[in-house]
């Protein structure tokens, strides 16, 4: 059920909103260090998938294995801080704390987690670096253009050393050079790490930097890679 | 690609031989597709033909005689006229790919499944593209992303065909 050497897995997982149904049976797994896309089209149920893989919320039925743990059998507390630790999450927008600098934006999940600021700075600004904006340590992400902000909350989530990175349209809100540009350096720094990655994203062209693609249709998550 | 003309644009910056022509070519133009050494001379000997190039020397430095062709006035005016004008838009209509799904539809096989299988394949190939973009450069960026955009083009056909199925399937079998 649980394909051999994954770190996150999910079998069967079915979730309704109402009358209707968002997940309909999908399946899905993920090895550390692999980075996963997810696509299919609106309403396909793919940002639902990425919600319940990362413990935002809880499938009605179906299983979610994360690192040899179920999810569904731990307290919401635990789940939180499973988010805290483990993984790392960058959105398409709006995810930044405006009321803080850009390095103390990419420190605050070494914070949460009980890092003494100097060495959580030390930290975010060595990723910072990775991400190529480490100059703009001391500026608010109102001040800073969308693709460095983008790469600021890409330094941030892999600040925390997750294990699993979760990425909703990353590039969304990015022309193409921009959107590539994340998208390289991203997907570098995860495999580097050894971080997997779930991909959800409607664009072919950010896909193409991931190793393995799943397509979402009418809830159901179909592996591509040996469908040819 | 015109091969000719593309050798023709190249001698313009100065005369070369025929190995020199064709190691540039494949440098800057030919990485899938190296030219043959038959392509280079039989090319020269048609252009030659129509004065469009000039033998401008002979050397043999020991090995055989090597002939060193050079653009004539004629070759640059040519060699104009074919940058001026601009390419021909394909408009590939009813395609391959349009074929099959209207087959499948026909035959009562999934539709939905052969453009996922495509999609896949497609993005497979875009893969192995943005990976040699990521190793390359500048001028390996600017091939591969000519590549990468005419595919994602068929990918955003293949979604919206694959959204207007249901509709297609009564159109080509009711």
Redo the contacts between chains.
């Keep these: 059920m649980i394909p051999e050497g994954s770190l996150l897995a999910a079998h069967d997982l079915r979730k309704t909103y109402g009358s209707t149904p968002a997940l309909d049976g999908a399946s899905f797994s993920v090895h550390p260090g692999e980075v996963v896309?997810v696509?299919g089209?609106s309403g396909s149920g793919k940002s639902t998938l990425l919600h319940c893989l990362a413990g935002i919320i809880t499938p009605d039925s179906g299983t979610i294995t994360y690192a040899g743990r179920e999810l569904s059998a731990m307290s919401d507390a635990e789940r939180s801080a499973l988010r805290r630790s483990d993984f790392g999450f960058v959105f398409q927008f709006g995810q930044l704390v405006p009321e803080l600098t850009c390095v103390e934006n990419v420190a605050l999940p070494l914070r949460l987690n009980g890092v003494r600021r100097r060495a959580a700075e030390r930290t975010a600004l060595e990723w910072m670096e990775r991400l190529e904006v480490d100059d703009l340590g001391t500026k608010r992400p109102g001040e800073v253009s969308g693709g460095q902000g983008q790469r600021v909350a890409v330094a941030r989530a892999l600040a925390g050393s997750p294990k699993v990175i979760f990425a909703d349209e990353p590039t969304g809100a990015l022309d193409s050079l921009n959107g590539e540009r994340v998208m390289?350096l991203l997907t570098e720094a995860a495999r580097s790490a050894n971080v997997a990655v779930v991909l959800v994203t409607h664009e072919?062209?950010v896909?193409?930097?991931?190793?393995r693609?799943v397509?979402v249709?009418d809830g159901r998550a179909?592996d591509?890679e040996h469908?040819? | 690609m015109s091969i000719g003309h593309t050798l023709l644009g190249l001698l313009e910056s100065g005369p070369r031989h025929g190995y020199d022509l064709k190691r540039t070519f494949d440098e800057k133009f030919g990485q899938d597709r190296p030219l043959h050494y038959g392509q280079v001379y039989s090319t020269m000997s048609r252009l030659l033909k129509n004065g469009l190039v000039e033998v401008d020397g002979v050397e043999s430095e020991g090995g055989p005689e090597r002939k060193r062709y050079a653009i004539t006035d004629a070759g640059i005016t040519d060699v104009s006229h074919w940058l001026a004008q601009p390419e021909k838009p394909e408009p590939y209509l009813q395609s391959t790919l349009y074929t099959k799904v209207v087959l499948a539809l026909l035959t009562g096989r999934s539709a939905a499944d052969l453009l996922d299988t495509q999609r896949s394949a497609h993005l497979r190939m875009m893969r192995v593209l943005t990976d040699r973009k990521r190793q390359g450069d500048l001028a390996d960026q600017l091939i591969c992303d000519h590549a990468l955009f005419h595919l994602e083009a068929d990918l955003r056909w293949l979604e919206l065909t694959s959204a207007r199925l249901d509709q297609l399937a009564k159109v080509v079998a009711p």
């Excluded at chain 1, 896909?207 to 190793?211: F, K, L, M, T, V």
């Design positions: 896309a696509m089209p390289q072919a062209r896909a193409a930097y991931s190793d693609d397509t249709r179909r591509m469908a040819v």
